[in-house]
């Protein structure tokens, strides 16, 4: 997850603040619900209650309409409250942003023309432990990474990439890798996968009780030599060699693409050289093939290329998208691809899971989630404990959230009394 990182551009922010911003957005909800406007009175109406119950109305997405039902739902009555605590919890910002959408019948038919098709549910792969660490420049002592997995663990995501298996001259940051899983033996209720570069870091990840693992090609030769050291042929033998491996032990192989729209060597490269290395990976036996835009270059329409000439070559419920944030295209890139997977014209017969992987070291997990929840989608993700999980590694690190919805919220929580 990407809290790890300084908000990109967040002092370049237009006069408008991000309070502002989200008092504009939730106020039609607000007033037209409970006969009054602003946010403040909104979520006092959560927290002030005296009762131990209060109304809640919650909006399911289901073909193309919005459904209402009514339940009660226990609030705690202490206002002293952590800073991402129950007030900022998803359920409660995605009921706003419903009421926001549903009071107004021309937004909700716009919305419901937009996002006909988008799926119901999406599972999030979470790969901060790994990706957001690997380049940190000072060791993150073992014991923390092993925190920040149990509370990433804690939050219902079903996927937590833990470490990786590679060469610790190359990636000093997880030379710790065998510890940390170790550590993490009794976690069963999680899938926790790590990075495999060859049959060696195979072995060891199995011997330090490993039951997932994750190969990585790029579609970019120079990238491939850099990153691995071999040609991306030469990685598809090793990477079949470690797939066979694994089927004998039953443990499932994901496969990833680096530089999937483009490469810092190369520059831009051809969708069809990405649909090559997806379905080389496919054929091998790899059962998720996660596309990284690596350099974050990828921007709606050439991710909406990109995507057509992979799912031309791989079914669309083995895809998974991994974006990352450079120039703050991460979100949009999400959205279009998820839009675009479940597309009537893409196939008609399957049903269709499409995966988002929370792109870790640059988009915030946090950020995914919250614009996930926004439109009604269910990710299992409690993002009231993640903002919290983002908040303990930035504290650990000695930066500020790179979540812009951690600072979102946080300056709610300031103005919201
Ligand atoms: C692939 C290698 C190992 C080749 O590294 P090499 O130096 O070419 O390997 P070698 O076979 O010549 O061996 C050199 C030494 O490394 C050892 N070695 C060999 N393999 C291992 C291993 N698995 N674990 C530990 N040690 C290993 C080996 O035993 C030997 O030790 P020595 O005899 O000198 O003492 C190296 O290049 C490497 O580890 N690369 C990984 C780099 C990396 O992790 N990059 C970040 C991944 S992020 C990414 O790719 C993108 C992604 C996935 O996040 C998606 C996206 O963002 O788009």
């Given at each position: 997850m990407s809290s790890l990182q300084e908000p990109l551009g967040m002092d370049k922010?237009?006069?408008?603040?991000t309070i502002d911003l989200f008092r504009r957005f939730s106020s039609i909800g607000c007033s037209t619900s409970r006969g009054d406007t602003g946010m403040g009175r909104c979520w006092t109406e959560g927290n002030t209650s005296t009762s131990s119950n209060y109304d809640e109305e919650d909006f399911e997405y289901v073909q193309g309409v919005f459904n209402r039902t009514h339940h009660a739902r226990d609030m705690p009555q202490?206002?002293?409250?952590?800073?991402?605590?129950n007030r900022c919890d998803s359920r409660h910002i995605a009921n706003l942003q419903h009421k926001s959408y549903c009071n107004n019948a021309g937004l909700q038919n716009i919305t419901n023309m937009i996002f006909k098709g988008i799926p119901r549910y999406v599972k999030i792969v979470e790969v901060g432990a790994r990706d957001g660490l690997q380049n940190e420049k000072n060791m993150v002592p073992t014991s923390v990474k092993i925190e920040l997995i149990q509370r990433l663990v804690s939050t219902g995501l079903s996927v937590v990439e833990a470490t990786g298996f590679v060469s610790p001259k190359w990636v000093?940051?997880?030379?710790?890798a065998r510890e940390a899983m170790e550590a993490l033996k009794n976690l069963d209720t999680t899938r926790l996968p790590v990075l495999v570069p060859n049959l060696k870091g195979f072995e060891a990840a199995v011997a330090a009780g490993a039951k997932e693992i994750a190969v990585f090609a790029s579609a970019s030769e120079s990238f491939s030599k850099s990153n691995i050291n071999c040609t991306i042929d030469e990685s598809f033998s090793r990477y079949r060699a470690v797939v066979h491996a694994a089927t004998k032990l039953n443990i499932r192989v994901r496969g990833y693409v680096s530089c999937v729209i483009g490469c810092p060597v190369e520059g831009m490269i051809s969708p069809s050289k990405v649909a090559y290395v997806a379905k080389e990976l496919c054929d091998m036996g790899c059962s998720e093939i996660s596309l990284g835009d690596t350099i974050g270059i990828g921007t709606p329409g050439p991710v909406i290329s990109m995507l057509g000439a992979v799912m031309s070559v791989v079914p669309v419920e083995r895809l998974a998208v991994h974006f990352h944030d450079t120039y703050g295209q991460s979100l949009p890139n999400i959205l279009v691809s998820l839009q675009i997977s479940n597309?009537?014209?893409?196939?008609?017969?399957k049903r269709r899971v499409p995966i988002c992987q929370g792109a870790?070291?640059?988009?915030?997990t946090e950020d995914v989630v919250y614009m996930l929840h926004g439109l009604g989608?269910?990710?299992?993700?409690?993002l009231g404990k993640l903002l919290q999980t983002g908040e303990f590694i930035c504290k650990h690190l000695g930066r500020r959230s790179g979540s812009k919805a951690a600072v979102a919220f946080s300056q709610l929580m300031t103005n919201g009394d």
């Open positions: 922010l237009p006069s408008l603040s202490n206002r002293n409250r952590a800073p991402y605590g000093p940051q997880l030379a710790d597309s009537d014209s893409v196939n008609r017969q870790s070291g640059n988009v915030a989608i269910q990710t299992n993700v409690d």
